[in-house]
């Protein structure tokens, strides 16, 4: 999981330092989108597989495919080639964090894996504290292509304790059948649907035919996407874990929350720079609160669950006041910067607030034997979503004054237009943060619908469960 999160940070602070290498700087985002492509459409595709043939093997498949992918990277003698390693690099690092969840499920019952936030969460600590400051050290006094090879050691480290630490996790192996037709048209049509997020308004305008034909072809494969699973013998997202409640419900709520951390990540930058004038280091430092207040939200939510038998109302009320904390940017979007890194503060407790009681509620509603395809599915709906609340915002900021942030690189580069007055700059935001608001609410009504079922006290809910829903 180190290995996942620090790729997600220590990556964006060389990604200037890289276009000047290659002299390149109109495909430069392509470094960031070939990432994100391919390990969101993988994501369900290894948690299908390691529910099938087990997590070791997948995760040690994952861990190559990745190294490989940093390898190629490294060694790239041209943007094309980089981009392509990214391409690999993210068909290995989209089963990283589905295969990690689905082994704490093997391993931990869900009454007791509030215990264990505090070690996934200081993962997530380490890795966004050290990694933009590691990235930066590293493309500004070493080569780019360090960052990389960086990530051979650690996925051969990985790779050796995961060889032998996960020969302890119980197998569930069964009798299969790989959906392949059902796979290859979720992974088209996923791959279409974050082309148009990613391309419109900044490659091409949100009404060009370009970007109007990607969606229509992306509404048509998933629809073809949907006829197909409904009438095959064993699909490959089963419909009995669609059709799980909390399953449905709860997918909601995280894509929401953690589609609001990520656009305000994306935003929140430009929005200390061009209304209180901060410069972009300063910028950076300002967004650590949202950045590291995820972990502790996290954890005070894991911590509950070990305790309270309503434990899904820690994140409701702390989604609450992260809630009202935005909604006082929308009416005074023009308060002190350290009043704006107080509510990004709350921000990143709300929306950490959420993770483990959804995850862990999904693990703890589903069959044991389908937990992989679970969280892989829960991960693919949370980065389709992450796209679609940035592509809002990105809209959002297009249509008022004319900007075209790079989406999905840490710090977007971007200048206003000569024409574009303080008062429309403030305007612009205050619309970012109500989407946000929205966003959030409708996060926080799915997480009170969903179901609140007894968390077990152990790993499986029976010792074999021959169920027809469990059989699909």
Same mark, same amino acid.
């Not at 909390?246 to 953690?258: D, E, F, H, L, Y």
């Given at each position: 999981?180190?290995?996942?999160?620090?790729?997600?940070?220590?990556?964006?602070?060389?990604?200037?330092? =890289?276009?000047?290498?290659?002299?390149?700087?109109e495909?430069?985002?392509?470094?960031?989108?070939?990432?994100?492509?391919?390990?969101t459409?993988?994501?369900?595709?290894?948690?299908?597989?390691?529910?099938?043939?087990g997590?070791?093997?997948?995760?040690?498949?994952?861990?190559? /495919?990745?190294?490989?992918g940093?390898?190629a990277?490294?060694? $790239?003698?041209?943007?094309?080639?980089?981009i392509?390693g990214?391409?690999?690099q993210?068909?290995?690092?989209g089963?990283?964090?589905?295969?990690?969840?689905?082994?704490?499920?093997?391993?931990v019952?869900?009454?007791?894996?509030?215990?264990?936030?505090?070690?996934?969460?200081?993962?997530?600590?380490?890795?966004?504290?050290?990694?933009?400051?590691?990235g930066?050290?590293? $493309?500004?006094h070493?080569?780019?292509?360090?960052i990389?090879?960086l990530?051979?050691?650690?996925?051969?480290?990985?790779?050796l304790?995961?060889?032998?630490?996960?020969?302890r996790?119980?197998?569930h192996?069964?009798?299969?059948k790989?959906?392949?037709?059902?796979?290859a048209?979720m992974?088209?049509?996923?791959?279409?649907?974050?082309?148009?997020?990613?391309?419109?308004?900044?490659?091409?305008p949100?009404?060009?035919?370009?970007?109007?034909?990607?969606?229509?072809?992306?509404?048509?494969?998933?629809?073809a996407?949907?006829?197909?699973m409904l009438?095959?013998?064993?699909?490959?997202?089963?419909?009995?874990?669609?059709?799980?409640?909390?399953?449905?419900?709860?997918?909601?709520?995280?894509?929401?929350t953690q589609?609001?951390? =990520?656009?305000?990540?994306?935003?929140?930058?430009?929005?200390?720079?061009?209304?209180?004038?901060?410069?972009?280091s300063?910028?950076?430092?300002?967004?650590?609160?949202? /950045?590291?207040?995820?972990?502790?939200?996290?954890y005070l939510?894991?911590?509950?669950?070990?305790?309270?038998?309503?434990y899904?109302?820690?994140?409701?009320?702390?989604?609450?006041?992260?809630?009202?904390?935005?909604?006082?940017?929308?009416f005074?979007?023009?308060?002190?910067?350290?009043?704006?890194?107080?509510?990004?503060?709350?921000?990143?407790?709300?929306? %950490?607030?959420?993770?483990?009681?959804?995850?862990?509620?999904?693990?703890?509603?589903?069959?044991?034997?389908?937990?992989?395809?679970?969280?892989?599915?829960?991960?693919?709906?949370?980065?389709?979503?992450?796209?679609?609340?940035?592509?809002?915002?990105?809209?959002?900021?297009?249509?008022?004054? %004319?900007?075209?942030?790079?989406?999905?690189?840490a710090?977007?580069?971007?200048?206003a237009a000569?024409n574009?007055?303080?008062?429309?700059?403030?305007?612009?935001?205050?619309?970012?943060?109500?989407?946000?608001?929205?966003?959030l609410?409708? %996060?926080?009504?799915?997480?009170?619908?969903?179901e609140?079922?007894?968390?077990?006290?152990?790993?499986?809910?029976?010792p074999?469960d021959?169920?027809?829903?469990?059989?699909?």
């Amino acid at each position: 999981m180190f290995l996942g999160a620090l790729n997600q940070t220590i990556v964006a602070t060389a990604l200037p330092t =890289i276009g000047r290498a290659f002299d390149d700087f109109e495909n430069l985002s392509w470094v960031v989108i070939a990432y994100l492509l391919t390990s969101t459409v993988v994501a369900p595709l290894y948690g299908k597989l390691s529910d099938i043939y087990g997590r070791r093997g997948m995760m040690l498949v994952a861990l190559g /495919v990745f190294m490989a992918g940093s390898a190629a990277c490294a060694a $790239a003698p041209s943007m094309l080639m980089l981009i392509l390693g990214r391409g690999l690099q993210g068909i290995g690092g989209g089963g990283i964090v589905p295969l990690t969840q689905s082994i704490i499920a093997d391993a931990v019952p869900p009454r007791e894996r509030g215990y264990y936030q505090a070690y996934t969460g200081s993962v997530w600590i380490i890795a966004g504290a050290v990694g933009p400051v590691l990235g930066g050290v590293i $493309a500004d006094h070493l080569n780019w292509s360090l960052i990389f090879w960086l990530n051979v050691p650690l996925c051969l480290i990985g790779a050796l304790l995961s060889n032998r630490q996960l020969k302890r996790v119980p197998q569930h192996e069964r009798a299969h059948k790989i959906d392949l037709t059902g796979a290859a048209l979720m992974m088209v049509s996923a791959i279409t649907l974050l082309l148009a997020l990613t391309w419109g308004g900044t490659r091409y305008p949100w009404l060009s035919q370009q970007i109007v034909g990607l969606v229509v072809a992306a509404l048509v494969l998933s629809a073809a996407f949907i006829w197909w699973m409904l009438r095959a013998p064993e699909p490959f997202l089963p419909i009995s874990v669609l059709n799980n409640p909390v399953m449905r419900v709860g997918s909601i709520t995280t894509a929401c929350t953690q589609g609001v951390n =990520i656009g305000l990540t994306i935003y929140v930058p430009l929005y200390y720079e061009l209304v209180h004038g901060l410069s972009a280091s300063d910028s950076g430092l300002a967004l650590i609160p949202i /950045v590291m207040m995820t972990t502790p939200g996290s954890y005070l939510s894991g911590r509950a669950m070990l305790y309270l038998n309503r434990y899904k109302w820690v994140p409701i009320l702390m989604l609450s006041i992260a809630t009202v904390a935005v909604l006082a940017l929308v009416f005074d979007p023009l308060m002190p910067v350290w009043a704006v890194a107080v509510v990004m503060c709350l921000v990143g407790m709300g929306t %950490g607030s959420s993770y483990p009681v959804v995850t862990v509620s999904i693990q703890n509603a589903i069959a044991h034997q389908q937990i992989g395809v679970a969280m892989g599915a829960m991960n693919f709906f949370r980065a389709l979503a992450s796209a679609f609340v940035v592509a809002v915002m990105g809209a959002i900021m297009l249509a008022d004054v %004319g900007l075209a942030p790079q989406r999905g690189a840490a710090t977007a580069i971007v200048t206003a237009a000569v024409n574009t007055t303080g008062d429309e700059l403030v305007r612009t935001f205050v619309h970012i943060f109500a989407v946000a608001v929205l966003f959030l609410v409708i %996060g926080i009504v799915a997480l009170v619908i969903m179901e609140e079922r007894p968390l077990r006290t152990t790993v499986l809910a029976t010792p074999r469960d021959t169920s027809p829903e469990a059989a699909e």
